[in-house]
């Protein structure tokens, strides 16, 4: 049996290798729609080759004939075909070089050129199996446009080959319907599921049908009830929000669609399917379902981007006006999607089928548990109260020379590692506190802008149950504008009016108690007062053993002594005394010997501004935040010594008047006499940029000095 062949790309030729592969007749492939819209579809790619590889094992295909197919009483057989499209002209000589000699060259334009595959199933007339194409550039280039694809790795005799795509496929009408090859597709375009764990679509029907009353595991299979979809999305162990949208405006539609797809989540539509006859009436023929992929959201053009296992994959609908293609409406329903199909010159075809959308399935993550409608319900009041808050302020029009702006939205889902991972790189107001919140994995996304400038996120507790305090934190990119849209929604709190709204589906009053500012508790003041908490940078031996001898000689104040400094230590010695900010914030004195340094005071814990207790012979106590293990590394350090000054002074109330600060950083210069001098002197100076700000201390009286020889930074 031959292993490849290769044709030059033509409707033809692509007809005609269908045909070599199982010898199905060749006017019902030229004449399938499916081919006719693939072949269009590569044309429009510039396709310039076909290659088939004749024996090839689809793992979809064998589960299926394993479950029904093995048991036909005519052999169709377990092995596919499959049909590979390149861009580029390639002959059989072309491929026996590039697999004979490992030709880098010719592998490299291979893959380079590479448009996808078709599998051909051994079935008669649904011989269309797992097909894989390259999108359009026009997905990727046009800002308006949204396409969900994941990569696709193919190993063709030897060379690797990847295409960006998701896997579509027709119904074979005996083990999957419409629905099932819908659900197929959507499995397929999770993000996080790997294709190889995706179940045939024997597998889906069986998990569909088994468990639902009145249901059938018999095949053939003529479609799949909604409640039999969301069984089958059970058994892949995925969450699944279901949303009606027979009342639905086109608006609120696309922005249902938009805010599912740009979380990287596929949708499942279902609705009635009307065909256009040749006097421009529609007729009914039946229900449907499609995997919805992408969407256009340009003013003009708006539609959205389906698998249709009737047309074929990434098909376009466009969103129009019922009235354009019937008179009246439909069950109230004003608008429709719009099925329209390429000619062989690329242009479109008269409209003709159109489809009535009733019901959205939303495959997720297990633990997404809060559907979209309940964050997109909170955004929509945000927007109420702001617009209220406009005309009552007065402002005239959107083209007021002071209006702030319109306030927008969207919606995505996300990972919060990926959230955090993003805002470390941007401008955020509250960086830290985002950062070092401890938030749930799945969070819902709602990001605002005013105007074109963005102004802030909410990010909702996805895994939160509806009834919970859902509201996990703000990004604030832009605090100006954040407190004018804070200020129109604050005189809402406390009232009831805007949970009250979407009949109370939203989280109003979570968003309205997190933008109240938090009150100071007491780890915020002893933060603000003496620094965040700092581990000590090392610990040395001498002071694990110390302290595990418990050998410590210190003094611990939470309030006053009542007393002076001199008048209330009662150590051997004055000299060497260090001390540190407790976790708690009490006043931790202590003395430091050979080894011992600030961490045998602190038990080792972590603490806040430490530096030295000095005793001047002009007697004055004198402190600094002389500590490399604790006060390293505060960019306010100066600004804490303060602060720990007053801690000094009213712990010990009768030295207030005779405790200073020595701030750092500073530099001790190095003067050389010109002649002996019988009093010892040094001379500290603050630097600030490189330019001397205050001499802090000088024991000479007179200039005796020479220029600067050295410098010595303490």
């Known amino acids: 049996m031959f292993p490849y062949l290769v044709c030059q790309f033509s409707r033809m030729t692509l007809s005609n290798l269908v045909k070599e592969c199982f010898g199905s007749s060749f006017p019902d492939i030229n004449t399938k729609s499916q081919i006719n819209y693939i072949f269009n579809y590569l044309k429009d790619l510039k396709a310039e080759s076909i290659l088939l590889e004749s024996d090839y094992i689809d793992k979809d295909f064998l589960e299926d004939y394993s479950k029904y197919y093995v048991k036909c009483f005519r052999d169709y057989g377990s092995r596919c075909a499959r049909i590979h499209f390149f861009s580029t002209e390639i002959d059989h000589s072309y491929i026996d070089k590039a697999i004979t000699y490992g030709d880098s060259e010719k592998i490299e334009r291979l893959k380079t050129s590479y448009l996808g595959f078709m599998v051909i199933k051994p079935l008669p007339k649904t011989f269309i199996g797992k097909t894989c194409l390259k999108v359009y550039p026009a997905f990727i280039d046009d800002p308006n446009r949204v396409i969900l694809t994941k990569a696709y790795n193919i190993n063709l005799f030897g060379i690797s080959l990847d295409v960006n795509s998701i896997a579509f496929q027709e119904q074979d009408r005996v083990l999957s319907a419409c629905a099932t ?125 389906i698998h249709d296992d009737r047309i074929g994959p990434f098909a376009r609908a466009a969103i129009e006006a019922l009235s354009e293609h019937k008179s009246g409406d439909y069950l109230g329903k004003g608008w429709c999607l719009v099925l329209q199909e390429k000619d062989g010159d690329s242009n479109w075809k008269a409209p003709h089928q159109i489809i009535i959308t009733e019901s959205l399935i939303i495959p997720s993550y297990k633990k997404s548990r809060i559907p979209e409608f309940y964050v997109r319900n909170t955004c929509e009041c945000i927007l ?39 805002i470390i790189e941007l401008d955020v107001f509250n960086k830290k506190d985002v950062l070092f919140k401890s938030l749930a994995r799945f969070q819902w996304v709602a990001s605002f802008r005013l105007g074109d400038e963005k102004v802030f996120d909410i990010l909702f507790d996805a895994t939160d149950i509806p009834q919970g305090d859902a509201v996990s934190t703000l990004i604030i990119y832009e605090s100006e504008n954040f407190n004018f849209v804070r200020d129109t929604l604050i005189p809402y709190c406390d009232k009831g009016i805007l949970e009250e709204r979407f009949n109370g589906d939203n989280f109003c009053g979570s968003l309205l108690r997190n933008l109240r500012a938090e009150p100071k508790n007491h780890q915020s003041y002893l933060n603000e007062e003496y620094g965040e908490l700092r581990a000590p940078k090392y610990i040395t031996e001498k002071e694990a053993q110390h302290h595990a001898e418990d050998g410590n000689n210190i003094k611990v104040y939470f309030g006053s002594s009542g007393k002076s400094i001199n008048d209330e230590l009662d ?28 961490p045998s005071i602190t ?79 040094s001379l500290s100076i603050f630097k600030k940029g490189g330019k001397i700000m205050s001499i802090n201390e000088v024991s000479i009286d007179e200039p005796l000095l020479s220029p600067v020889l050295s410098k010595r930074v303490s």
């Not at 505060?634 to 000094?648: E, G, I, Q, S, V």
Request: hydrophobic share 35%; net charge neutral; with cysteine.
């Open 384 to 422: 109420e109260a702001y617009k209220s808050y406009l005309d009552v302020q007065g402002f005239d029009g959107s083209k007021a020379a002071d209006y702030p702006g319109d306030l927008t939205y969207k919606i995505k889902i996300e990972n919060i590692s990926e959230i955090k991972k993003r």
């Open 571 to 598: 150590f051997a010695s004055l000299e060497k005394l260090i001390w540190a900010i407790s976790h708690e914030g009490a006043l931790i004195i202590g003395q430091e010997g050979d080894g011992l340094g600030h």
């Open 603 to 681: 038990g080792m814990k972590p603490a806040r501004i430490a530096g030295d207790l000095i005793w001047s012979e002009y007697g004055k106590w004198k402190i600094n935040s002389k500590s490399g293990r604790y006060s390293g590394d505060y960019p306010d350090a100066n600004t804490l010594l303060a602060n720990a000054l007053n801690k000094f002074q009213d712990v010990f109330p009768g030295s207030r008047d005779n405790i200073e600060i020595v701030t750092f950083p500073y530099q001790s210069i190095l003067f050389k006499l010109e002649e002996p001098h019988p009093i010892p002197f």
């Open 181 to 305: 090859t819908a659900i197929w597709s959507s499995l397929h375009a999770l993000s996080w599921k790997n294709v190889r764990d995706v179940p045939s679509c024997g597998d889906i029907t069986v998990s569909a049908i088994n468990h639902i009353k009145d249901s059938t595991n018999s095949f053939p299979n003529n479609g799949l009830t909604n409640k039999q979809i969301l069984r089958a999305l059970d058994v892949e162990n995925l969450r699944h929000h279901r949303i009606d949208v027979k009342s639905m405006s086109d608006k609120d539609f696309l922005r249902v669609v938009r805010f599912h797809l740009d979380s990287d989540l596929p949708v499942i539509l279902g609705g009635r399917v009307f065909e256009k006859d040749k006097k421009n009436c529609l007729r009914d023929i039946g229900g449907h379902a499609v995997t919805v992929l992408g969407y256009n959201n340009s003013a003009d053009r708006r539609s959205i981007y």
